[in-house]
C-alpha cells in the first residue's frame, strides 16, 4: 500500500483549484460480493479488507470512510471516480495503462455490484495537525429487477452503519420511500441514543440529481438546504408516523445536508460514448459538480468515523464489517435491536482491547526482553496496580455504548487478561531477578575463593572481614533504589535466600581455613621442636658437661625462641593455635629432660675420669685419658650404659 497525498487544509483547497497535487495510487477492490446471482448472502473478502485497514502504518490513525449509496443508475461510480480525478493531475484511468479508478459505464443495466473500496488511502492533516486516513466507498444500485428487498437492505446498511460521510444519491427529488429506506438505522439510532447519549450516525449527504425545480430552491447546497428544510419540517398535521420518522432522522445524524445537481447534459445522460471528460459536461453540471467535490473533500469538512462517541481507528474497521455483516446475512432482516447489540459488542471489545494496551504501555521497560532491568517486587506491584486502574477507568470511558450488562461482562474480562499478562511480566522480572541473585552470589563465591584457594590458611579475622566485605557487596548488587527513593531489595524472598546460602557457604570456607591451620600448626609445632633440638645441640656439644644453672638458663633460652617463632608462624586466631602451643611446650619439655640426661652423663664421664687419674700412674692410661677422642669413646660407652639402664632398670 501507498499513501496519497498529505496535505495540509490550505495547501489542499488550492491544489483542488489549480491542479497542482500529485497523481494518486491505488485501485478499486470489491470487499462484498455474492458468489452467484442465486446466492442468498454476500461474503466479505477478508483478506483484502486486512490489508486495507490493518496497514502497519495507518492502523492506529483515525479513519474516514467517504461512501455513495442509492438506487442503480444514478451516477454514484461516476461520481466518486471523478473525486479521484480531483485528487490528481493525472487521468486515474491511464495510472498504470488500464481503468484504474471506480469502475463506471453508462447504460440501464447495473455495473457496480457488491461493495467496492479504493485501496489506498488520503492521509488528511487536520487543523491541530493531527492525521486521519481517508477512503472512498461504492456501492451497488438497489432496486434493480434482480435483487431483495433484504439484499438491498445489506449494502445499504453495511454504507451506513460504516461511513463518516454517506452520500444518499437520489435522482429529482427526496422522495417519503427515500426517506423510508433510513427508518431501520433511526430506530438502532434510538436505542443507541438512549443508551449511550451520543449521536450515532454523522454526516448524511442528499444528493439530488437532475433537479427540476431550479426556481424553486436553486442548484448547489444553498437550494438544497431549502429542500431539505422543507423536507424534514414537522407540523401537528402530520401523521405521526411521518413527524416521528422526521424527528429520529435529525436526531441519529449529527450533520444532514444536502445538495442539488443539474442536469448533466446529453453527453453525458444519453451517450454510451462518454468518457467522463469534463469538456463533455453540461458546464453548469461541471460547476456544480467541482465545487460539491471540492467542498466535500476539504479537510475541515472531513471527520474520522465515530461510534458511540468515540474515534474509531483504521484497524478496528475490520471488525465491524464483520460483525455487521454476519447480522445482516441472516435469514431476515435484522431487528433494531440486534444492529444495537452487535456494535454494542464490537466497540466493548474495542475498549476492551485499547485498555489492555493501555496497560502494556503503562507497564514500561518490561515490554522489553529479558535483558532490560528488573523492577523491585513491591514496585512491580505498585506499577500493576496503578496500570490496572488506569486501564479500567480508560475501559469504562469507552464502554458506554450497550448499558451495564455489557460492560460488566467485558471489564471482567480485561480484568481476567490484565491479571495473565501480569503474570507473564512477572515471570519475566522474577526471572531477571534470579539472574541478579545468581550474579551476586557468583561474584562473592569468585573473590571468597581467591582469597581461601591459596595453600596458607587466613587468620580468622581476616576470614571474616572477607566474608562480610563480599556478602555486602553481593546482598548491595541486589537492592536498588525503588520509587519512593529508598533502597530496597528486588526480593526479601530471595534476599533471605541470598544471606542464607552465602553464610552457608562461608561455613565451608571456614572449616576448610581450620583444616589448614591444623596443618600448618602441626607444621609450625615441628619446625619449632627441631629448633630447639638445634640450639640445645649446639650448647652441649662436646664430651663435657655443662653447669646445671647454665644448662637451664640455656633451655629457657632456646624455649622461648622456638615458642616466639612458633606464635609468630601459626598466629591465625585459633584455640586450637594456643592448644598446640601447650602441647609445643610439653614436648620442649620432654627434650629438655633428654638434654639433661644427657648432660649428667658427661659429669659422671668427667669423674670417671679424675679417679682413673689418681688411681694408675700409668703413661699409657694418662696418654688415654689426656687425648679427646679416647674421651669421646670412653663418654660414649659411658652414655651408652647410662641409656640402658634407663631402658631397663638397675
Known amino acids: 500500500m501507498r499513501f496519497n497525498i498529505l496535505f495540509k487544509p490550505s495547501f489542499y483547497r488550492q491544489g483542488l483549484v489549480s491542479g497542482h497535487l500529485r497523481k494518486i495510487h491505488g485501485r478499486s477492490v470489491q470487499i462484498l460480493k455474492k458468489e452467484d446471482d442465486n446466492s442468498a448472502s454476500f461474503t466479505l473478502d477478508l483478506p483484502v479488507i486486512k490489508e486495507v485497514f490493518e496497514n502497519p502504518l495507518i492502523q492506529d490513525k483515525p479513519i474516514c470512510i467517504i461512501t455513495v449509496a442509492g438506487a442503480m443508475r444514478t451516477g454514484k461510480s461516476f461520481l466518486l471516480d471523478h473525486m479521484l480525478k480531483h485528487l490528481s493531475t493525472e487521468d486515474v484511468s491511464k495510472i498504470n495503462g488500464n481503468s484504474n479508478g471506480f469502475p463506471w459505464k453508462g447504460g440501464m443495466t447495473r455495473y457496480t455490484s457488491g461493495v467496492h473500496l479504493w485501496t489506498d488511502p488520503f492521509i488528511i492533516q487536520g487543523a491541530i495537525g493531527e492525521e486521519m486516513a481517508v477512503f472512498l466507498m461504492d456501492t451497488q444500485g438497489t432496486f434493480d429487477h434482480k435483487t431483495t428487498v433484504k439484499e438491498n437492505m445489506t449494502v445499504f446498511a453495511l454504507s451506513t452503519m460504516t461511513s463518516s460521510v454517506l452520500m444518499y444519491n437520489l435522482m429529482h427529488v427526496i422522495r ?26 454523522q454526516k448524511l449527504q442528499f444528493l439530488v440529481r437532475d433537479w427540476h425545480y431550479p426556481h424553486d430552491a436553486p ?18 398535521e402530520q401523521p405521526q408516523e411521518i413527524r416521528k420518522l422526521r424527528e429520529h432522522i435529525i436526531s441519529s445524524f449529527s450533520e444532514l445536508d444536502c445538495y442539488l445537481f443539474p442536469y448533466p447534459g446529453p453527453k453525458v445522460a444519453e ?43 483504521s484497524r478496528e474497521m475490520v471488525d465491524y464489517f464483520q460483525k455487521y455483516l454476519e447480522i445482516f446475512n441472516g435469514d431476515e432482516i435484522p431487528e433494531p435491536k440486534s444492529i444495537f447489540e452487535t456494535t454494542a459488542e464490537v466497540t466493548n471489545l474495542h475498549a476492551l482491547s485499547e485498555a489492555k494496551e493501555k496497560y502494556i504501555e503503562n507497564m514500561g521497560a518490561l515490554r522489553q526482553t529479558a535483558a ?50 501480569f503474570n507473564y511480566f512477572k515471570r519475566l522480572n522474577d526471572s531477571k531477578i534470579e539472574n541478579i541473585f545468581y550474579k551476586a552470589k557468583e561474584d562473592y ?17 581476616d576470614l ?17 533504589v525503588n520509587s519512593s527513593g529508598v533502597k ?66 640455656e633451655h629457657k633460652s632456646a624455649k622461648s625462641t622456638s615458642m616466639a617463632q612458633f606464635i609468630n608462624s601459626s598466629n591465625f586466631g585459633t584455640k586450637f593455635v594456643t ?27 668427667k669423674r670417671l675420669k679424675a679417679t682413673v687419674e689418681q688411681l694408675s700412674d700409668n703413661e699409657t692410661y694418662k696418654q688415654f685419658w689426656s687425648n679427646p677422642q679416647q674421651q669421646k669413646i670412653a663418654g660414649g660407652s659411658v652414655a651408652t650404659l647410662l641409656v640402658l639402664r634407663l631402658l631397663f632398670g638397675s
Do not use: W
Not at 463533455?280 to 472531513?302: G, H, I, Q, W
Open 372 to 421: 532490560s532491568q528488573a523492577l523491585v517486587e513491591v514496585d512491580l506491584v505498585t506499577k500493576h496496580d496503578q496500570s490496572m486502574q488506569e486501564s479500567i477507568d480508560l475501559f469504562i470511558e469507552q464502554s458506554k455504548f450497550g448499558g451495564e450488562a455489557f460492560a460488566k461482562h467485558y471489564q471482567e474480562e480485561l480484568e481476567k487478561e490484565i491479571l495473565e499478562k
Open 271 to 313: 451517450d454510451p460514448t462518454f468518457t467522463g471528460s469534463t469538456e463533455e459536461m453540461d458546464p453548469r453540471f461541471a460547476k456544480y459538480l467541482n465545487d460539491f467535490v471540492s467542498k466535500t473533500l476539504a479537510p475541515e469538512n472531513l471527520e474520522p468515523k465515530k461510534i458511540a462517541g468515540k474515534i474509531v481507528k
Open 219 to 236: 442548484f448547489g447546497s444553498e437550494g438544497g438546504q431549502i429542500v431539505l428544510d422543507r423536507l424534514l419540517n414537522t407540523t401537528e
Open 176 to 201: 417519503e420511500d427515500h426517506l423510508q429506506h433510513l427508518q431501520l438505522f433511526t430506530e438502532y439510532g434510538r436505542l443507541a441514543l438512549k443508551n449511550s447519549g451520543t449521536t450515532p450516525f
Open 488 to 553: 530496597q531489595p528486588f526480593s526479601d524472598t530471595l534476599q533471605e535466600r541470598l544471606i542464607r546460602e552465602i553464610d552457608e557457604r562461608f561455613v565451608y570456607y571456614q572449616n576448610l581455613n581450620e583444616t589448614k591451620i591444623r596443618v600448618a600448626v602441626h607444621h609450625a609445632q615441628d619446625i619449632a621442636v627441631d629448633n630447639y633440638t638445634k640450639l640445645m645441640e649446639l650448647v652441649l656439644e662436646g664430651p663435657l658437661a655443662i653447669h646445671n644453672i647454665k644448662l637451664d638458663y
Open 579 to 605: 592448644a598446640n602451643e601447650r602441647s609445643l611446650a610439653r614436648d620442649i619439655e620432654d627434650k629438655y629432660s633428654y638434654f639433661k640426661e644427657l648432660n649428667a652423663s658427661k659429669q659422671f664421664s
Open 445 to 461: 563465591l569468585t573473590n571468597m575463593e581467591m582469597k581461601c584457594g591459596k595453600e596458607q590458611p587466613l587468620h580468622e579475622q
Open 464 to 480: 571474616r572481614d572477607y566474608h562480610i566485605k563480599y556478602a555486602q557487596e553481593a546482598t548491595k548488587k541486589f537492592h536498588r
